[in-house]
């Protein structure tokens, strides 16, 4: 699959980064990781540095799925408010899910803190503002739940808003002042896998897997060069091209359109808060370390590549429109970097992280959403727990198992 216009701005910015070669023997491994994006990247991280053989192959270059597409908004706020989630997966799974994304970036935080390369990570307020008058009762019932599940966040009235963002049109919002942050997830990608090899892993990429055989004792994989790779343990990281290997279908594409604004002097917004709404789809926006406004949205179903790409120049004009009706002072904004790119998501906004009875020593780790990158490293966690054959408490939360339940439709 197409996962993306070739274009953009993180891999015009830091081109290649580091390069891996291909996979041209065969190999023996106890972890094979599938996929070099993100959560390839920092399961094997977690992988390597517990102790674990492991290697990771890639069909593309790494990072050059739909991570280096990414906005890279790291929220702890997921798609699915947590009132509604609750409704999916009940309150104390819900407000657990919050308190793991908060977790998640924490401990990136500390991540990229210690790795010898820059990744981008800066911490970011966030707020989620009502679109419109009628989705204040939300805003009121998510606050309320959050609240009640210790969650540092703020009811923001009108004129707390217009107060931050003087020209912007929200009727009220939820104001989190410690619990986000932004990355370069290209960067980082790549910043993980040096980490993990100087601890023993291997990577390869331009190796596509082009056939799996499950076995009692090992999983056995086909290269596209005619390699043969075993391993104890099979790792599905590979994004949104995953659904091939389940037989049931568990997510929705959609195709979300981006676009980078030319570098901006002065402060651009209210301490480059990450912002986004109630609205479906909804409009998310950052700024870059060297000062732009980055934008997304204007998000629709999945078609094809070709329908997705022929809309980009339409979609970016509606962008830069959304970003200066809410900020004028930045009209007319300059656009100097847009792409499209397709996402999943699934009905109640979780990842689905474990296995399926018909893929044996197979785990799957899918970080859909909004929040795909937070849920990687959930993942890389709950992976790197079963390889040490120590229970996770949490990963009940994102099997397999929930999507079997008549309510979860995808
Ligand atoms: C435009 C856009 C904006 C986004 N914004 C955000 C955001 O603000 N915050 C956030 O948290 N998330 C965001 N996401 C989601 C986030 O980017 C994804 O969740 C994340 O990048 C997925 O990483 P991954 O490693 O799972 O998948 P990928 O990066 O796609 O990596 C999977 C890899 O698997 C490889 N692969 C597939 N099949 C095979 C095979 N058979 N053999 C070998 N290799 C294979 C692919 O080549 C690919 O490189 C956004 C996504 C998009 C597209």
């Known amino acids: 699959m197409n996962l993306h216009t070739p274009y953009p701005y993180w891999l015009l910015k830091n081109g290649f980064l580091f390069e891996y070669p291909a996979l041209r023997h065969p190999l023996q491994v106890d972890y094979l990781v599938m996929g070099g994006g993100i959560t390839g990247a920092l399961t094997a991280w977690y992988l390597a540095q517990a102790g674990v053989s492991v290697a990771v192959v890639d069909r593309r270059h790494i ?33 657990r899910s919050y308190h793991l994304c908060i977790e998640a970036i924490d401990k990136m935080e500390q991540i990229c803190e210690e790795l010898p390369f820059s990744t981008g990570f800066e911490r970011k307020p966030s707020i989620y503002c009502a679109s419109k008058k009628a989705d204040l009762e939300e805003i009121d019932l998510e606050f309320a739940i959050r609240q009640k599940h210790d969650i540092r966040v703020e009811r923001w009235t009108k004129t707390d808003v217009t107060r931050a963002f003087p020209f912007f049109q929200s009727p009220g919002a939820l104001y989190s002042p410690h619990d986000g942050a932004q990355v370069d997830a290209y960067s980082l990608t790549h910043a993980l896998l040096q980490d993990a090899m100087k601890h023993g892993a291997q990577v390869f990429d331009k190796t596509d897997v082009v056939s799996i055989r499950h076995e009692k004792t090992q999983v056995e994989l086909q290269t596209n060069h005619g390699h043969t790779i075993r391993a104890k343990q099979l790792v599905i990281a590979s994004g949104y091209e995953s ?67 022929r809309l980009l120049s339409k979609k970016t004009q509606l962008l830069a429109k959304d970003v200066e009706k809410r900020f004028p002072l930045l009209a007319p904004l300059q656009v100097d970097f847009n792409w499209a790119g397709t996402f999943a998501e699934t009905a109640d906004g979780l990842p689905f992280i474990g296995t399926v009875k018909a893929r044996p020593r197979t785990i799957f780790a899918l970080g859909f959403g909004g929040n795909g990158i937070v849920f990687s490293q959930i993942a890389g966690e709950i992976i790197r727990d079963a390889a040490l054959g120590k229970k996770n408490s949490d990963a009940h939360i994102f099997s397999f198992d929930r999507a079997k339940s008549s309510s979860y439709t995808a």
């Open 63 to 95: 990072g050059m799925g739909s991570t280096c597409a990414s906005t890279a908004l790291l929220q702890y706020e997921i798609d699915v408010p947590m009132h509604k989630l609750a409704k999916f997966v009940g309150e104390k799974n819900a407000a």
């Open 243 to 309: 659904q091939e290997y389940l037989e049931q279908k568990v997510t929705r594409l959609h195709s979300t359109y981006v676009l980078v604004s030319e570098p901006i002097d002065g402060e651009i917004w209210y301490r480059d808060a990450l912002i986004w709404e109630t609205a479906r789809p909804y409009l998310y926006l950052r700024t870059t370390p060297d000062r732009r406004v980055l934008v997304g949205g204007r998000d629709e179903p999945f078609y094809s590549p070709g329908k997705r790409d």
